[in-house]
């Protein structure tokens, strides 16, 4: 950690990022905009058997204050964008959700919120990420911007997701979470902060995920913030294993791919 920052930030930081300088952050925040997902209709219970692996959870405060246990042992990184649902118009159309002293009252390691840079609303959101770091660097809370794009999944190439991963870093973002693509090491190059892998659509296989997650630690990204490819597995709990072992044990592809396996197994 940055020996110059404050000691609240410093704190905050080392609960999301391990002293291995990798995080496994689980994104469960995804009703916010899609209503129940599936196998996200009762996140409480999705979680739960999840908790033992991840550093971190990614959710919105009304699930967190519903379902989620107080004592669990993970970070909070308290989702605080909002105002789009997948029925409304525009995706890009958010702002901040949640006043500063809520996210203080909740204890959170962190917050996170979307820009949406290209769209109609890039002013908007960027102006919501300048107003949360001013408000949160007073508290000493980190800023996770997300580089969201919409329905617009064309723009999840490496020219668009370095020029959005800078831009959240020139604005003060602590961690920016992106898609990781072809030529991702661009990404992460022009980004002077850290930089966490998004999942995006489920994936077809275990082994890809795996995959894509090992290329882009290797290409410069700190960890993942991951969430259907974990949760909408049929083995959930093997497929956040894997993935601890591949973040934070240096685990290859097929090493923690052979590991799945042999937890499916034994789930059944």
Same mark, same amino acid.
């Not at 022009?190 to 995920?209: H, L, N, R, W």
């Not at 597995?233 to 923690?256: D, F, K, W, Y």
């Given at each position: 950690?940055?020996?110059?920052?404050?000691?609240?930030?410093?704190?905050?930081?080392?609960?999301?990022?391990?002293?291995?300088?990798?995080?496994?952050?689980?994104?469960?925040?995804?009703?916010?905009?899609?209503?129940?997902?599936?196998?996200?209709?009762?996140?409480?219970?999705?979680?739960?058997?999840?908790?033992?692996?991840?550093? %971190? *959870?990614?959710?919105?405060?009304?699930?967190?204050? /519903?379902?989620?246990? $107080?004592? !669990?042992?993970?970070?909070?990184?308290? =989702?605080?964008?909002?105002?789009?649902?997948?029925?409304?118009?525009?995706?890009?159309?958010?702002?901040?959700?949640?006043?500063?002293?809520?996210?203080?009252?909740?204890?959170?390691?962190?917050?996170?919120?979307?820009?949406?840079?290209?769209?109609?609303?890039?002013?908007?959101?960027?102006? %919501? *990420?300048?107003?949360?770091?001013?408000?949160?660097? /007073?508290?000493?809370? $980190?800023? !996770?911007?997300?580089?969201?794009?919409? =329905?617009?999944?064309?723009?999840?190439?490496?020219r668009y997701l370095s020029l959005a991963c800078r831009i959240c870093a020139e604005f003060g973002a602590s961690v920016v979470k992106t898609?990781?693509?072809?030529?991702?090491?661009?990404?992460?190059?022009?980004?002077?902060?850290?930089?966490?892998?998004?999942?995006?659509?489920?994936?077809?296989?275990?082994?890809?995920?795996?995959?894509?997650?090992?290329?882009?630690?290797?290409?410069?990204?700190?960890g993942v913030n991951l969430g259907r490819n974990i949760w909408q597995?049929?083995?959930?709990?093997?497929?956040?294993?894997?993935?601890?072992?591949?973040?934070?044990?240096?685990?290859?592809?097929?090493?923690?791919?052979?590991?799945?396996?042999?937890?499916?197994?034994?789930?059944?």
């Open positions: 950690m940055n020996g110059n920052m404050d000691w609240g930030m410093a704190n905050r930081l080392s609960k999301t990022i391990r002293p291995d300088g990798r995080c496994f952050y689980l994104a469960m925040d995804h009703g916010y905009f899609q209503g129940p997902t599936h196998c996200l209709e009762q996140p409480g219970k999705a979680a739960e058997p999840l908790l033992p692996y991840i550093d %971190a *959870l990614f959710v919105t405060r009304g699930v967190l204050r /519903a379902v989620t246990n $107080p004592a !669990m042992n993970p970070a909070l990184i308290l =989702r605080v964008s909002g105002g789009n649902s997948m029925v409304g118009k525009d995706l890009a159309n958010e702002e901040a959700t949640t006043a500063m002293d809520d996210i203080i009252r909740l204890n959170a390691s962190a917050v996170g919120i979307s820009v949406y840079i290209g769209s109609d609303y890039e002013h908007q959101t960027l102006m %919501a *990420l300048a107003k949360l770091v001013n408000e949160c660097t /007073a508290y000493g809370i $980190p800023v !996770m911007a997300v580089t969201a794009v919409g =329905r617009e999944t064309g723009k999840m190439e490496a898609y990781y693509c072809e030529g991702f090491e661009k990404v992460t190059g022009g980004c002077p902060v850290p930089v966490v892998i998004a999942g995006g659509p489920k994936t077809d296989s275990e082994y890809e995920v795996l995959q894509f997650v090992y290329n882009g630690i290797q290409q410069g990204a700190i597995n049929e083995c959930p709990v093997g497929m956040a294993r894997s993935l601890q072992a591949l973040i934070h044990e240096n685990a290859t592809p097929q090493e923690a791919y052979e590991l799945f396996l042999s937890i499916k197994q034994d789930v059944k």
